[in-house]
């Protein structure tokens, strides 16, 4: 059965809201038929610690604007993988050492992609920081 539309605006917004905050490489898989306590699973890469933290803040802020809250926060005490469940979908956001070590896409391979359609902002080619701290 598809994912209702109920379902996939709120996820479509989680996305855009971490795209706004230069989330990387974010994805979407339709997991309904694997497992039955979700629908969604989003997946977001950031850089850096404070930027997980950014990411997820954002993604909050953004859906609680449409009275959309998590039920669950967790691993935001070292900011490496947090997860934000919203019942029926659930975001991801990894440092994108923890994205590439846990893979999370090779284990939900065969489930359908959502398309999400979202508008990425251009990303920076390095971070803006790393210049300041070398020179410190």
Known sequence: MPISEEVLTPVRAAAQAAADKLATN???????EQLAITDVFIIASARNERQVGA??????????KDGVKPVRREGDRENRWVLLDYIDFVVHVQHTEERSL?????????????????DLPEQPETDPFEDELDNW
């Open 26 to 32: 974010i994805v979407a898989f339709d997991v309904s």
């Open 102 to 118: 846990y893979n999370l896409e090779r284990l939900w391979k065969d489930c359908p992609q959502i398309e999400l359609g979202i």
């Open 55 to 64: 990411v997820v803040d954002g993604v909050e802020e953004a859906l609680l």
